[in-house]
């Protein structure tokens, strides 16, 4: 392994953050709308949307938090090689990618929570339309 290898993770998880602060700027913007259109008065879907929107919160804090270990741990990996400590090297090339799999593992799941946050979208505008059809 040379010092190329591990330097080929470090534009991956550039773009493995950015799409993470995307996603949690997103959950930030919603969640002011969510305010702004209720105000006082929160609704049941509301409430529903409000555990949502935490546990997606916790989860991105999660992703981001493995993908900085996994970009610190992969820099450490360059030093390791640089002066010449291949075997320990190897070890943290190797613990680097895993937690950078936990990253992509946990924002798996957050995305399937994020379609599930839709269908609760979905029943609401169901029901209202059902009751203004009435």
């Not at 049941?44 to 741990?73: C, H, P, T």
């Not at 946990?106 to 379609?115: F, N, P, Q, R």
């Amino acid at each position: 392994m040379n010092l190329t290898t591990p330097a080929l993770l470090f534009p991956a998880i550039s773009l493995l953050f950015l799409a993470y602060t995307n996603r949690f700027l997103v959950l930030a913007q919603l969640i002011r709308q969510l305010h702004d259109r209720e105000g006082e008065q929160v609704r049941e879907m509301v409430l529903r949307q409000i555990d949502n929107l935490k546990r997606r919160i916790a989860l991105i804090r999660w992703m981001q938090g493995l993908g900085v270990l996994s970009f610190l741990i992969c820099a450490l990996t360059m030093f390791f090689l640089f002066i010449s400590m291949e075997p320990i090297a190897e070890v943290a090339f190797g613990l680097s990618l895993l937690l950078l799999a936990l990253s992509l593992i946990v924002s798996l799941y957050e995305i399937a929570i994020s379609t599930h946050a839709i269908e609760i979208e979905l029943e609401d505008l169901a029901a209202t339309h059902t009751t203004e059809a009435l």
